[in-house]
């Protein structure tokens, strides 16, 4: 399952966006060089996509935060300044 939820910060003039699923979670060992770029933990690809993600984010003047939900899943909150 995916959550998609619109968030809004109007204190802070941001507005964001989290996405939740319902997978096992990211080790917490790991959640610190997610958005590294070549960091991976696959087999396939080059480890560039949440670097890149997370570029663009921050080009704009947003950022990105990750956790593991406590229930189960990662929740990832993309933050973007207002107009």
């Not at 910060?9 to 990211?26: A, L, M, T």
């Not at 704009?60 to 229930?71: C, L």
Request: proline content about 6%; some cysteine; aromatic content about 10%.
């Amino acid at each position: 399952m995916i959550r998609i939820q619109v968030l809004n910060d109007k204190e802070n003039r941001y507005v964001g966006i989290q996405i939740q699923d319902s997978g096992p979670g990211i080790p917490t060992e790991i959640i610190d060089n997610l958005f590294e770029p070549f960091f991976t933990t696959k087999t396939a690809g080059t480890g560039l996509g949440l670097a890149i993600c997370y570029d663009i984010v921050q080009n704009h003047g947003g950022y990105i935060t990750v956790e593991n939900s406590p229930t189960e899943g990662a929740i990832f909150d993309v933050w973007l300044p207002t107009l």
